[in-house]
């Protein structure tokens, strides 16, 4: 046989395998087709639009942005040394007389943003007063001290204030005689730094995804969003190579942390050296750059909206149909409704799921409805059926069947011989009548009968019911004897629920089960209403025992011969 026949077989045996009768074969054919055009389109127009153009935007606009937190953070101090110059040019500090000097600083405070911690004054000697503690100490030994008494204005390292204990910088300017010959004194602020955090969230323009740090020249936090880290944390810690950028006026780099991808930028600070303004800033943020890139894309996207939309039309005409129609079916038996079934008539997995859908719900209702042993309804069924008979009928009889000492059957016989035992009574029940009854199982050895007044042999079914119940019931399998016993109940009253029928049912059985000659018993009120009570007086005896309501009295016997206590009695009162 020559090859070329050969592969025409192969050829046309191949061909029903991509007739698209599988929902797998379209879904794969279309999100192909979608897939690949749209993703060359775009990815090529993309990268000849785009290569060049957001790098430069991005970095133009972040260095803007330190440029600015950089300004706004030297203004702040510009104006706090301004501030404190012209409060030491005034006539009050140059009289150097605390006294008249603390409540005008004191003031000064008070009216003052939070971050102001304290004022004080110094005298040349280091001695200094505070607007919180006079004679609060000795500062010459600061770093700034010698540099205000030398003329200068200085805002300090990051120190621990000695008489707060709170992390500060210190602003200082000198305090000049009268004729301004020589410094007499020194002004100072502390402002605090965890607090002047408050009122920094402008610098960063109140965007979460920002943040605006302030480090000194060994990398130590000046400010920072966390204030545990202010003059505990470095920068060092979060970036290893800060100490390589020593010296620079600007620069950036990018780190990684918990995933994401930040571009951190920095400048000195203007007019302090060393101190660098830090701006962490999500690469994410700069979408905006990326906007011209969208507006140049629109006419591709136009054009790709259009591609999608006639495959989508395909696609929705021959899958999304059904695929709708079965969910909305799936919703319906997930709300708790087990007669729903699916109709789609398909050959392939829709069709195969719809099939699959029904056993499964008729399966369902069979372990929802009914006993899986004994194919009756079960408890919940059974009730939902007694509401209904209550509806229909003005008379129902309603009997309960139980086998006594059930639990020692089970011990003895095993599961199995009971299982069995279950189902003979259950067939043995249901030949009490020749018309059909209701029959359900509600307990493990417990069954419910629905009798209808209505039936011309109600009398016959109760009489065959009692006969049944007057003697063992004999299984010859296992040569077993198995008393039964039964509680009736009739009901008349048309405002009495399924509930209420089936506890005077359980109120009968409950009283068959404690006679001695009659076991089959109608319900009662009088008993009902003492079980009631005893109930009742049980749990109320139970809660006075938890609560030690009993009291235990002791009374002495006495021997009226010799007056001697020979006993005693025990008394319990509640």
């Not at 930040?262 to 943020?285: H, K, S």
């Not at 009291?551 to 005693?568: E, H, M, R, S, W």
């Amino acid at each position: 046989m020559s090859k070329c026949p050969v592969t025409t077989v192969k050829w046309g045996a191949a061909m029903p395998k991509w007739s698209f009768t599988r929902i797998r074969q379209r879904v794969l054919v279309l999100f192909v087709t979608i897939v690949v055009v749209l993703t060359l389109f775009v990815v090529t127009t993309t990268g000849i639009l785009t290569r060049a153009l957001v790098n430069d935007l991005v970095e133009e606009r972040a260095l803007d942005l330190v440029q600015h937190q950089n300004q706004v953070i030297g203004l702040w101090l510009e104006e706090r040394i301004t501030e404190l110059e012209q409060l030491a040019h005034s006539s009050l500090l140059e009289s150097l007389d605390w006294d008249e000097i603390e409540p005008h600083l004191q003031r000064r405070i008070a009216q003052s943003e939070n971050y102001y911690l304290i004022f004080f004054v110094a005298s040349p000697d280091g001695e200094y007063n505070t607007t919180s503690m006079r004679n609060a100490g000795n500062i010459s030994d600061r770093d700034y001290f010698p540099r205000v008494f030398a003329g200068e204005t200085v805002v300090s390292e990051p120190l621990v204030s000695r008489s707060t204990d709170q992390r500060i910088i210190v602003v200082a300017t000198p305090i000049y005689t009268a004729d301004g010959s020589e410094v007499a004194g020194l002004l100072g602020l502390s402002v605090d730094l965890v607090a002047m955090l408050q009122d920094a969230v402008h610098l960063a323009g109140e965007r979460s995804d920002m943040n605006v740090y302030l480090v000194d020249g060994e990398g130590h936090f000046i400010l920072h969003d966390n204030p545990d880290l202010i003059l505990h944390g470095r920068m060092q810690n979060v970036f290893s190579d800060w100490d390589d950028f020593a010296g620079q006026k600007s620069g950036s780099f990018t780190v990684s942390e918990d995933g994401q991808s930040y571009r951190v930028f920095f400048q000195e600070l203007a007019g302090i050296t060393d101190w660098n303004v830090i701006v962490r800033v999500p690469t994410a943020f700069f979408d905006q750059p990326v906007l011209d890139l969208i507006y140049r894309l629109m006419a591709v996207c136009i054009i790709g909206i259009l591609l999608v939309v006639w495959l989508g039309s395909w696609f929705a005409s021959t899958i999304s149909r059904p695929i709708v129609e079965l969910n909305d079916i799936f919703k319906q038996g997930a709300q708790g409704d087990l007669t729903v079934r699916a109709e789609i008539d398909s050959t392939d997995e829709l069709g195969e799921t719809s099939a699959s859908f029904n056993k499964m719900m008729d399966r369902i209702g069979t372990m929802t409805y009914y006993d899986p042993l004994t194919g009756l309804p079960n408890r919940q069924h059974f009730l939902d059926l007694l509401e209904k008979s209550l509806a229909d009928d003005t008379t129902v009889i309603f009997a309960l069947i139980s086998i006594r000492d059930f639990s020692e059957l089970k011990t003895l016989a095993g599961p199995d011989v009971t299982d069995r035992v279950l189902k003979y009574l259950a067939e043995t029940l249901q030949k009490l009548s020749d018309e059909s009854l209701i029959m359900g199982r509600l307990a493990d050895a417990e069954f419910g009968l629905i009798i209808s007044s209505g039936s011309s042999r109600v009398l016959k079914t109760i009489d065959r019911l009692d006969n049944l119940l007057a003697h063992p019931l004999h299984y010859e399998i296992h040569d077993l004897n198995v008393n039964l016993l039964g509680g009736i109940s009739i009901s008349e009253d048309p405002e009495l629920t399924a509930d209420e029928f089936f506890h005077q049912a359980q109120t009968a059985l409950y009283e068959a089960e404690h006679s001695t000659d009659d076991r089959l018993r109608l319900y009662n009120s009088d008993t009902h209403r003492a079980m009631i009570d005893r109930l009742r007086f049980q749990a109320e005896i139970r809660t006075g025992l938890d609560e030690d309501q009993f009291i235990a009295f002791y009374q002495p016997v006495v021997d009226l011969k010799t007056n001697i206590i020979v006993g005693k009695e025990a008394l319990i009162r509640w």
